[in-house]
């Protein structure tokens, strides 16, 4: 279900699609587990150790943060009421660990995060204004050199077709195949990847430095960049 409100565009998670969240994830996104493993060693460098979580979801980057070291601080944030409850109910008893249903826009822009994460998130809002002022929201909230990392389906047209053929080999055995095509076709039609080139553009616009492609599996990039 996608709400288009005058603060931002979202894209809900609920019913299945939040209960069986973990389990789609860990099928469709090969390597998704190693990328978020090492995610807290990417942001080691650090100096100011507060974590902004932006579309937390079902807490699966704060639980990596907490288990690598004690000096995190985090915040999630995450607008589906059904995800950030599982959030809530794996993560709520540490008081390192702060979790808001709603917008990062709706974050106080006094409070400066040493470091950002938004995984799985940008592909679900168009590219009309809403991607960068999601990204605008997390650059005024970051204190200058903060690193941001993204996690997202990445590429032209022709390269994601190309990926989405790779992505379909990497697949566990055993998937009904009416499933697999019609997540591919969804992919492929219904989410907004926008081209490397582009979100080049938009990160920078918004206020970060030029961005490091430093992650590939098939059809999903990791970026690495710093806010200016
Ligand atoms: C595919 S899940 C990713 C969750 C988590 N980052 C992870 O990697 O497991 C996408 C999440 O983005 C959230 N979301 C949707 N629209 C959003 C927006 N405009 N700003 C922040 N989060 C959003 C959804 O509620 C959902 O929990």
């Known amino acids: ?90 993560l709520q008893n540490n008081d390192r660990i702060t979790l808001m249903e709603g917008v990062v826009a709706a974050l106080d822009e006094k409070k400066k995060y040493g470091a950002a994460t938004l995984l799985l998130v940008l592909h679900f809002l168009e590219d009309n204004g809403d991607k960068l002022d999601l990204l ?8 200058p050199g903060a690193t941001f990392v993204m996690l997202d389906i990445t590429g032209d047209k022709t390269q994601i077709q190309q990926n989405l053929k790779v992505l379909q080999q990497l697949l566990p055995d055993g998937l009904d195949p009416e499933q697999i095509n019609n997540r591919l076709n969804r992919i492929e039609n219904e ?13 920078q616009e918004a206020g970060f430095e030029k961005p490091l492609r430093f992650f590939q599996s098939s059809i999903y990039m990791g970026w690495l960049t710093k806010k200016k």
């Open 1 to 90: 279900m996608k709400i288009t409100n005058p603060m931002s565009s979202i894209e809900i998670f609920e019913n299945e699609r939040a209960t069986n969240y973990n389990q789609f994830v860990e099928t469709w996104i090969p390597n998704y587990h190693y990328f978020l493993d090492r995610l807290p060693k990417l942001l080691s460098n650090t100096n100011t150790k507060e974590l902004l979580v932006v579309g937390c979801g079902t807490g699966n980057e704060i639980e990596r943060f907490v288990k690598a070291s004690e000096s995190w601080k985090i915040t999630g944030v995450d607008p589906s009421p059904e995800m950030i409850k599982q959030a809530k109910d794996k």
């Open 136 to 143: 605008k929201a997390i650059a005024e909230r970051l204190a």
């Open 191 to 203: 989410l907004f990847a926008v081209s490397e080139e582009r979100l080049t553009e938009l990160v």
